[in-house]
């Protein structure tokens, strides 16, 4: 079982949808949670962090954490062609090791 | 400006060879990284450095070997290449705090794709 999982999708969504990725772990040392956008043929480039429990916000998007479920989100709201890539949750215990999940293609059509 | 740069960008050789994938930072970081991302856009760490000195070394075949010059370089050297090797490897750098927290925020070069036939 991997430390963390995420859907693959892809997931099609419509221009102005409201989109919800997901990640579950099993490690609950985990502590720090990031969101990835990774766009095709480049590198990711760190979205959104969280520490701990609770919601963040950043514009059209909110990440919230339940770590008491080892659940993750991501939101975005009014979602945009240009939102179209690959979101990979990642997280880590200190000592540098990121974890990622193996990130979900996310399609918005105009 | 290139905050993370790597060369080559496609990489594509025979079985058996021996390659270098080369990785600058002018982020004044003093923490990089090796990641591999297979086909299946899994990301995995495959090693650390933080001021020229190993910190992370995942379980990694010996066959792979980083080197880091100076803390703005990290190198990867890879023998006797294997079609499983195939992949887009990622340099990444962050900037160490006192507290670990900070190693969140890692910038990642744009990646060199391998292709061992």
């Known amino acids: 079982q991997k430390e963390v999982e995420q859907d693959p999708g892809p997931l099609s969504v419509p221009e102005g949808a409201i989109v919800s990725l997901n990640c579950t772990y099993s490690n609950s040392a985990f502590q720090y949670f990031m969101w990835y956008r990774q766009y095709s043929r480049k590198g990711p480039e760190l979205l959104m962090y969280t520490y701990s429990s609770g919601n963040k916000e950043d514009g059209r998007f909110t990440a919230q954490v339940d770590k008491s479920s080892k659940y993750i989100s991501l939101f975005i709201r009014d979602s945009q062609p240009s939102d179209s890539a690959t979101y990979l949750c990642a997280m880590h215990r200190g000592f540098q090791k990121l974890v990622f999940g193996t990130g979900t293609r996310l399609l918005v059509s105009p | 400006d290139t905050a993370v740069s790597q060369t080559p960008k496609y990489l594509v050789t025979q079985m058996g060879n021996d390659k270098s994938i080369k990785c600058e930072q002018n982020?004044?970081?003093?923490?990089m990284y090796w990641y591999k991302q297979d086909s299946k856009k899994f990301l995995k760490i495959m090693f650390s450095?933080?001021?020229?000195?190993?910190?992370i070394n995942e379980t990694v075949p010996n066959r792979f070997s980083p080197k880091s010059p100076d803390k703005a370089h990290l190198n990867l050297h890879i023998n006797s290449l294997e079609l499983g090797d195939s992949a887009v490897y990622f340099c990444?750098?962050?900037?160490?705090?006192?507290?670990?927290?900070?190693?969140?925020?890692?910038?990642f070069g744009p990646g060199t794709r391998l292709t061992v036939t």
């Open positions: 982020l004044g970081h003093d923490t």
């Open positions: 450095y933080n001021n020229k000195e190993l910190i």
């Open positions: 990444a750098s962050s900037q160490e705090g006192s507290e670990a927290q900070y190693s969140y925020e890692q910038y």
